[in-house]
């Protein structure tokens, strides 16, 4: 099981960027996948969520502004993040639970910098 996040960069507040989730090694359709952040100095977070129907939720700092979403034709995960805060900087990880081998598995995390 591999997952590859991308899409991270420095951003101005108030703006937008996009995060990628490449999965490989599972049936991608299959699985409720999840955004996690860690800020520095912060224990990690989950942002948001999308089942495998496509049922999404957000932790509530980022209801309004983040959009989860999944392409299971190219086996990728999405957040859409708007309206971007300062404190929204933190690295970004897309993780999966696979119950087969009993764990999560995690991206390799990707930096979002929020700052004017």
């Known amino acids: 099981v591999q997952l590859q996040a991308s899409g991270g960069g420095s951003v101005q507040p108030g703006g937008s960027l996009r995060l990628s989730c490449a999965a490989s090694?599972?049936?991608?359709?299959?699985?409720?996948m999840r955004w996690y952040r860690q800020a520095p100095g912060k224990e990690r977070e989950l942002v948001a969520v999308?089942?495998?129907?496509?049922?999404?939720n957000y932790t509530d700092s980022v209801k309004g502004r983040f959009t989860i979403s999944r392409d299971n034709a190219r086996r990728r995960l999405y957040l859409q993040m708007d309206s971007l805060k300062s404190e929204d900087t933190a690295v970004y990880f897309c993780?999966?639970?696979?119950?087969?081998?009993?764990?999560?598995?995690w991206g390799q995390g990707t930096l979002v910098t929020v700052s004017s």
């Open positions: 993780s999966t639970y696979v119950t087969r081998y009993g764990r999560d598995y």
């Open positions: 090694g599972i049936v991608f359709k299959l699985f409720t």
């Open positions: 999308i089942t495998s129907e496509g049922a999404a």
